[in-house]
């Protein structure tokens, strides 16, 4: 399809135009799963004519085991994506939105090469920082020509794009102190899909002779496990009995995790249920039978990502047990609005003292989840991040299809 406009016009003129009933599409190498659709799903019930777009499902992505197939995996990630998010990109409906995600990382900044010419407005969905993340999980190393590489990447993207999109202040903060300037910036949380919670706000379980701690997602190389094993295996008196911890986990270090719990004493790996991933359905009831969410990341994290994972927790009224440094996104969502616990990483010390404190004192863990549950309704549920991303398309000059409330 040919584009509107012609190929060598103004890119400022480009910049500034306004676009009517613009197409939106927010794209990733692989699927974002339930979370993604439902925000398309509210996006189009205001109007917008938004598509999630993706390479790889969510199934492929899981069910991903073996070496071949996951050198299959990244090259269709890495090679496959690009090439056809290009081609559907210039095949699509314009004026066009893309928010490309920096899964995979290089490849907002191809979207707005092309955007420039073909007019789509490219919006830079910040999930990872690139380089950092890679220097935080040791994959590349300080000073080397890969993250010098990777910066300018980094830099080339935030500077082009029409917009960038953090997933949290201090994310934005950590991003200038590296980059200097961060032009056109907005801060989007991820949320949580809020409907099949609301109407099951959280129960007092004072009574209940365990408190259950879920840690439910993915267990990559920016998630601490060390304090937490360190905790347990310092419990001499078994008085942490009174907890179920349960953590239904993929990724690269749920194996060392294993380990490290298979070396604990009988009693404290008696009280660890380390299960494979849910369906929805139980992933459902799992999170409504949980009373605390167990949410970690390493030093460093704090300048690349947010948590994810603690947005759905919230929903489902958990309160939050954050084993992360104290100037992060993460304590600082758990801090503002009291809903539950901040424990710097190699504290092990004060987890313990913390986890012993409410064994005794469920009435604490109820008032947490009662606000958690209250927070994330009111603030991060998938219908008002939606009213944020279509404030910020209107901001851009876009505007939805009639939309008719009445």
Same mark, same amino acid.
């Given at each position: 399809?040919?584009?509107?406009?012609?190929? @060598?016009?103004?890119?400022?003129?480009?910049?500034?135009?306004?676009?009517?009933?613009?197409?939106?599409?927010?794209?990733?190498?692989?699927?974002?799963?339930?979370?993604?659709?439902?925000?398309?799903?509210?996006?189009?019930?205001?109007?917008?004519?938004?598509?999630?777009? @993706?390479?790889?499902?969510?199934?492929?992505?899981?069910?991903?085991?073996?070496?071949?197939?996951?050198?299959?995996?990244?090259?269709?990630? =890495?090679?496959? =994506?690009?090439?056809?998010?290009?081609?559907?990109?210039?095949?699509?409906?314009?004026?066009?939105?893309?928010?490309?995600?920096?899964?995979?990382? =290089?490849?907002?900044?191809?979207?707005?090469?092309?955007?420039?010419?073909?007019?789509?407005?490219?919006?830079?969905?910040?999930?990872?920082?690139?380089?950092?993340?890679?220097?935080?999980?040791?994959?590349?190393? *300080?000073?080397?020509?890969?993250?010098?590489?990777?910066?300018?990447?980094?830099?080339?993207?935030?500077?082009?794009?029409?917009?960038?999109? @953090?997933?949290?202040?201090?994310?934005?903060?950590?991003?200038?102190?590296?980059?200097?300037?961060?032009?056109?910036?907005?801060?989007?949380?991820?949320?949580?899909?809020?409907?099949?919670?609301?109407?099951?706000?959280?129960?007092?379980?004072?009574?209940?002779?365990?408190?259950?701690?879920?840690?439910?997602?993915?267990?990559?190389?920016? *998630?601490?496990?060390?304090?937490?094993?360190?905790?347990?295996?310092?419990?001499?008196?078994?008085?942490?009995?009174?907890?179920?911890?349960?953590?239904?986990?993929?990724?690269?270090?749920?194996?060392?995790?294993?380990?490290?719990?298979?070396?604990?004493?009988? =009693?404290?790996?008696?009280?660890?249920?380390?299960?494979?991933?849910?369906?929805?359905?139980?992933?459902?009831?799992?999170?409504?039978?949980?009373?605390?969410?167990?949410?970690?990341?390493?030093?460093?994290?704090?300048?690349?990502?947010?948590?994810?994972?603690?947005?759905?927790?919230?929903?489902?009224?958990?309160?939050?047990?954050?084993?992360?440094?104290?100037?992060?996104?993460?304590?600082?969502?758990?801090?503002?609005?009291?809903?539950?616990?901040?424990?710097?990483?190699?504290?092990?010390?004060?987890?313990?003292?913390?986890?012993?404190?409410?064994?005794?004192?469920?009435?604490?863990?109820?008032?947490?989840?009662?606000?958690? @549950?209250?927070?994330? *309704?009111?603030?991060?549920?998938?219908?008002?991040?939606?009213?944020?991303?279509?404030?910020?398309?209107?901001?851009?000059?876009?505007?939805?299809?009639? *939309?008719?409330?009445?």
């Amino acid at each position: 399809m040919s584009p509107n406009g012609h190929i @060598f016009g103004s890119l400022h003129r480009k910049r500034t135009m306004t676009i009517p009933k613009a197409h939106v599409q927010f794209w990733s190498s692989v699927e974002c799963g339930p979370l993604a659709h439902s925000l398309i799903s509210e996006l189009r019930n205001e109007g917008w004519d938004a598509a999630h777009c @993706f390479h790889v499902s969510q199934f492929t992505y899981r069910k991903t085991r073996s070496k071949i197939a996951s050198l299959w995996l990244r090259f269709r990630m =890495y090679i496959c =994506y690009p090439v056809y998010m290009i081609w559907r990109i210039l095949l699509s409906p314009k004026p066009l939105i893309a928010v490309v995600s920096t899964n995979t990382f =290089y490849v907002p900044l191809l979207a707005s090469m092309v955007g420039r010419v073909w007019n789509v407005k490219v919006v830079h969905l910040v999930y990872d920082l690139y380089p950092d993340a890679l220097l935080i999980s040791g994959h590349v190393k *300080h000073g080397s020509l890969i993250e010098k590489a990777l910066s300018t990447v980094t830099k080339m993207t935030i500077t082009r794009c029409e917009r960038n999109v @953090f997933l949290g202040e201090h994310l934005v903060r950590c991003a200038a102190e590296r980059y200097r300037d961060i032009p056109r910036a907005s801060v989007i949380p991820v949320g949580a899909e809020g409907r099949i919670f609301e109407d099951n706000p959280p129960a007092n379980n004072a009574n209940s002779e365990l408190l259950t701690v879920l840690y439910c997602g993915n267990l990559g190389y920016m *998630h601490d496990i060390a304090t937490f094993n360190d905790a347990l295996s310092e419990d001499t008196d078994g008085s942490l009995g009174n907890f179920q911890f349960l953590f239904h986990a993929n990724g690269p270090r749920l194996e060392a995790l294993k380990e490290l719990i298979a070396a604990l004493p009988a =009693y404290a790996y008696g009280s660890i249920r380390i299960e494979t991933s849910l369906s929805q359905e139980d992933w459902v009831k799992t999170m409504f039978a949980a009373d605390i969410a167990f949410v970690t990341m390493v030093p460093g994290a704090e300048k690349v990502v947010m948590p994810s994972k603690a947005y759905s927790a919230l929903m489902a009224g958990q309160a939050i047990l954050a084993v992360c440094p104290r100037r992060s996104d993460l304590a600082e969502t758990v801090l503002k609005h009291d809903c539950g616990w901040v424990v710097e990483p190699g504290d092990a010390d004060g987890l313990r003292r913390l986890l012993k404190e409410l064994a005794s004192d469920p009435e604490q863990v109820y008032e947490k989840r009662v606000r958690a @549950f209250s927070a994330g *309704h009111r603030i991060f549920d998938t219908r008002v991040v939606a009213k944020q991303w279509a404030s910020l398309f209107k901001e851009m000059g876009a505007k939805p299809e009639h *939309h008719d409330t009445s």
